[in-house]
């Protein structure tokens, strides 16, 4: 088992674990280009706002009908806090950089300094960060674009950091009323700024959506939202924050692969330099404690040379 799982008493199994990190690795590295055809025919806030608020009413009438009770006033601002980061400064971000002209891979494989922020804060709140998982962080590619983009990609993994870390801190509701209200509020968000920034979307109609545009939305809603981002939440709340950051490592790899195969984007020379590092730093974050643990138990318990 990972390392970085943080086993407690009454603790979900490791297929369980597993099962969830499979999700976000595989599904989330889908989403950028799944972004991509969804704004095709639909203005990015506009279609951000929509798919957010759709999944968020979605998830508070499935929590209401399983019985659990409303946020409190507090924990109402505390899922704003966290869904104006995530949902709608984490999310924007990313569109605004593909609209800018980064490519899925790209974008993807600009994500992976997510973790290292995630690391900073966890580690400036008080939990201790491996050093291993440091050294894994640090296993990065690099990239070029214009400098707006660039601006953009770098803030998106940093607001998204912030909100992982929040929701790991504040006091939420029961994890399926704090994603519907994060994810509510955080959409709502995005509809406000689509009123202010997005001319064509004061005068937008559903006549102008393509099929491809509107299942792409769909796919958004339901894998990359109602399902994968409650495997995350999850895993912020039952592993450790190297082990649920781990996912932007993969993401790049099943990204570029989709955007390949599907985008007809280019490889560079770049990416196979990184496609080995990204392997290394999910080895260092996953089992870096064990392993370092393995090595010393192997050298100290080693038997010495008999004295003459």
């Not at 806030?45 to 507090?74: C, D, K, Y």
């Not at 050093?131 to 990065?140: H, I, N, Q």
């Not at 490592?249 to 984007?265: D, K, S, T």
Request: proline fraction near 6%; charge should be positive; include cysteine.
């Amino acid at each position: 088992m990972p390392a970085n799982f943080n086993p407690t008493s009454g603790s979900p199994t490791q297929s369980r674990l597993v099962a969830a990190l499979l999700t976000v690795y595989i599904v989330w590295g889908t989403t950028y280009f799944a972004l991509g055809l969804a704004m095709q025919t639909l203005p990015p806030l506009l279609m951000n706002g929509t798919r957010f608020v759709a999944a968020g009413g979605l998830m508070l009438a499935w929590a209401r009908w399983q019985g659990l009770p409303w946020p409190t006033r507090a924990q109402w601002a505390s899922s704003a806090l966290i869904g104006g980061l995530m949902v709608f400064a984490a999310m924007g971000l990313v569109l605004a950089a593909q609209r800018l002209g980064i490519g899925s891979g790209l974008m993807a494989t600009v994500v992976t300094t997510m973790p290292m922020w995630l690391a900073l804060w966890t580690r400036w709140g008080g939990e201790p960060v491996p050093w291993t998982s440091w050294l894994g962080l640090a296993l990065e590619g690099d990239f070029s674009t214009t400098l707006v983009g660039t601006l953009c990609a770098f803030g998106a993994p940093l607001a998204w950091s912030l909100g992982s870390y929040a929701s790991r801190k504040l006091s939420l509701p029961s994890p399926a009323m704090a994603s519907g209200a994060q994810w509510l509020l955080g959409g709502a968000l995005s509809l406000l700024a689509s009123a202010w920034l997005e001319p064509q979307a004061r005068t937008f109609t559903l006549a102008q959506v393509s099929w491809v545009s509107a299942l792409a939305w769909l796919y958004l809603v339901v894998l990359g939202t109602l399902v994968t981002l409650n495997a995350y939440l999850w895993l912020l709340q039952n592993s450790s924050a190297a082990l649920a950051g781990s996912y932007s490592f993969v993401n790049p790899v099943v990204a570029l692969a989709v955007g390949v195969a599907l985008g007809g984007e280019a490889l560079t020379g770049w990416v196979f330099a990184a496609l080995p590092l990204i392997g290394l730093a999910l080895a260092c974050i996953l089992y870096g404690p064990t392993m370092v643990a393995l090595w010393r138990e192997r050298f100290t318990s080693a038997p010495r040379g008999t004295a003459h």
